[in-house]
């Protein structure tokens, strides 16, 4: 439920760093980019060296205040003028552009995004009414598309491609662009430090199956190197300071595409979760360790804060019927079942090569 921080006494995460500058733009029209003009928050062509296009995601609120989903509140500021986007004074009114005071807890500077709606997009709206959110005003194809200086109203949820959103670094955009690559709305949150490379995560039950997302879940598939839902990233900024009880290093695993992160589930039993990430924050919730080797190169994938429930392929064993694609995967007590038996590894650049049907070539790591 949305609801503002001045009852909790936890520090909030620092806002994004000066490298953090993101490009805003939403699917009716990826050409097109947010940006201000004239004192108003418009569409206009992608100009990388237009500092009006450049805006900081500020998430110094993220853990105090969110929304009624759950999902942790920004503001997005405009690098040239310093000015804040503000909500509209209801559905079809323009959003506006405010002094920015970081000092001031405002609900009305706040936004959130929603779940995935489909590669990567998702929906901005009020931190406190959820069901207003950014659009593209007449950019959908039955008004005539986007153009330069189409403005950004509120409305409700329609399903348009212009109420679908990505909120991307300026450098990640470039460097896409350029290799043909596609990453998620939140997955620039590994830059910052060394390259990070995307992994596969399968189990020994199944090995011809990898981690994927899924409708906002976490499942296996058959796997599929052209499959950007089932690259993850694996996430060590932490591991230096966070360790489980057999010290085993903290990590999080953050898909690629839709830049939520894996977290805990509520239990034995129950299905782990997909989140927003934010890297700033040191979220236990989101944190996992591997154990020991537990035979071939397989290991358990654990809560880092409780060692005794492990990622589990649910009913993934044979006396379940196996792996199967959309099988889930919830957190279990270590049963030493070959469901409960994790690798993750790179993505291959020198792999080898298993044909499975005419159409398409699997590639598979080779273990050394």
Same mark, same amino acid.
């Given at each position: 439920?949305?609801?503002?921080?001045?009852?909790?006494?936890?520090?909030?995460?620092?806002?994004?760093?000066?490298?953090?500058?993101?490009?805003?733009?939403?699917?009716?029209?990826?050409?097109?980019?947010?940006?201000?003009?004239?004192?108003?928050?418009?569409?206009?062509?992608?100009?990388?060296?237009?500092?009006?296009?450049?805006?900081?995601?500020?998430?110094?609120?993220?853990?105090?205040?969110?929304? +009624? +989903?759950?999902?942790?509140?920004?503001?997005?500021?405009?690098?040239?003028?310093?000015?804040?986007?503000?909500?509209?004074?209801?559905?079809?009114?323009?959003?506006?552009?405010?002094?920015?005071?970081?000092?001031?807890?405002?609900?009305?500077?706040?936004?959130?995004?929603?779940?995935?709606?489909?590669?990567?997009?998702?929906?901005?709206?009020?931190?406190?009414?959820?069901?207003? !959110?950014?659009?593209?005003? !007449?950019?959908?194809?039955?008004?005539?598309?986007?153009?330069?200086?189409?403005?950004?109203?509120?409305? +409700?949820?329609?399903?348009?491609?212009?109420? $679908?959103?990505?909120?991307?670094?300026?450098?990640?955009?470039?460097?896409?662009? +350029?290799?043909?690559?596609?990453? *998620?709305?939140?997955?620039?949150?590994?830059?910052?430090?060394?390259?990070?490379?995307?992994?596969?995560?399968?189990?020994?039950?199944?090995?011809?199956?990898?981690?994927?997302?899924? !409708?906002?879940?976490?499942?296996?598939?058959?796997?599929?190197?052209?499959?950007?839902?089932?690259?993850? /990233?694996?996430?060590?900024?932490?591991?230096?300071?966070?360790?489980?009880?057999?010290?085993?290093?903290?990590?999080?695993?953050? !898909?690629?595409?839709?830049?939520?992160? /894996?977290?805990?589930?509520?239990?034995?039993?129950?299905?782990?979760?997909?989140?927003?990430?934010?890297?700033?924050?040191?979220?236990?919730?989101?944190?996992?360790?591997?154990?020991?080797?537990?035979?071939? *190169?397989?290991?358990?994938?654990?809560?880092?804060?409780?060692?005794?429930?492990?990622?589990?392929?649910?009913?993934?064993?044979?006396?379940?019927?196996?792996?199967?694609?959309?099988?889930?995967?919830?957190?279990?007590?270590?049963?030493?079942?070959?469901?409960?038996?994790?690798?993750?590894?790179?993505?291959?650049?020198?792999?080898?090569?298993?044909?499975?049907?005419?159409?398409? $070539?699997?590639?598979?790591?080779?273990?050394?």
């Amino acid at each position: 439920m949305f609801g503002f921080g001045h009852h909790h006494k936890d520090q909030a995460p620092a806002a994004s760093g000066p490298n953090q500058i993101f490009k805003i733009y939403c699917r009716a029209s990826e050409d097109y980019c947010l940006a201000v003009r004239d004192g108003e928050v418009v569409l206009a062509p992608v100009n990388p060296k237009d500092e009006t296009q450049h805006w900081l995601k500020d998430m110094r609120f993220s853990t105090t205040v969110k929304d +009624e +989903e759950g999902m942790p509140a920004f503001a997005l500021v405009n690098k040239a003028t310093g000015l804040a986007v503000k909500h509209s004074i209801g559905q079809s009114h323009p959003v506006k552009l405010v002094p920015f005071n970081p000092a001031y807890e405002d609900a009305s500077v706040l936004w959130t995004e929603s779940k995935d709606v489909g590669k990567g997009f998702r929906c901005i709206r009020m931190v406190n009414n959820t069901r207003l !959110n950014f659009d593209a005003l !007449n950019g959908d194809k039955d008004h005539g598309g986007v153009h330069d200086g189409t403005t950004v109203v509120l409305w +409700e949820w329609c399903k348009g491609d212009n109420q $679908c959103w990505k909120i991307w670094p300026w450098a990640e955009a470039h460097a896409a662009v +350029e290799s043909g690559a596609t990453m *998620g709305n939140n997955a620039h949150a590994m830059g910052g430090g060394p390259p990070v490379h995307a992994v596969r995560i399968f189990c020994k039950a199944g090995e011809d199956y990898s981690l994927t997302a899924r !409708n906002g879940t976490v499942c296996l598939a058959p796997t599929n190197p052209r499959d950007d839902y089932q690259h993850w /990233i694996k996430d060590m900024r932490h591991s230096n300071k966070i360790r489980d009880e057999e010290g085993y290093p903290a990590f999080a695993i953050v !898909n690629k595409v839709t830049g939520e992160c /894996i977290k805990h589930s509520t239990g034995q039993g129950h299905p782990v979760k997909l989140v927003p990430y934010n890297p700033a924050y040191q979220d236990e919730s989101v944190l996992w360790t591997e154990s020991r080797d537990v035979g071939k *190169g397989f290991r358990c994938v654990r809560m880092v804060n409780n060692i005794y429930l492990n990622f589990d392929a649910f009913h993934g064993d044979k006396a379940h019927g196996g792996v199967h694609d959309g099988t889930e995967v919830v957190l279990w007590k270590w049963c030493e079942g070959d469901n409960q038996r994790w690798k993750i590894l790179p993505w291959c650049k020198h792999t080898s090569t298993l044909l499975i049907s005419h159409d398409l $070539c699997l590639h598979l790591c080779s273990d050394e």
